[in-house]
């Protein structure tokens, strides 16, 4: 996602697309399956690695709420290789500050 040479505007972009995926998959049930139909969960699990650790936990909060009571998702972050990018979080220890 990043190369160390994005603008500001490419950032805020990143940053505003998965806050908002965050909240609606949060207040909006159905709209874990519209993710998973329009092929999303590979991006979100990609923004997992990004940069910019705000991005890292909305994409965490995110796949937390495409993945609750929702086995297909479940599935597709798996496949998606999310689970090894989420184990790997743990050993990032700026993150966990």
């Not at 709209?31 to 590979?42: E, H, L, T």
């Not at 936990?57 to 709420?65: G, P, Q, R, Y």
Request: net charge neutral.
């Amino acid at each position: 996602f990043t190369d160390g040479k994005e603008d500001k505007d490419a950032k805020a972009a990143r940053t505003n697309v998965i806050t908002a995926i965050m909240h609606i998959t949060k207040q909006t049930p159905s709209s874990k399956g519209i993710v998973r139909d329009i092929n999303g969960i590979p991006a979100v699990v990609k923004m997992i690695e990004d940069q910019d650790a705000a991005v890292v936990e909305k994409a965490t909060w995110t796949i937390n709420n495409l993945c609750t009571r929702d086995e297909e998702n479940q599935n597709a972050v798996r496949d998606a290789g999310g689970v090894p990018r989420l184990v790997k979080l743990l050993d990032n220890k700026e993150l966990l500050k």
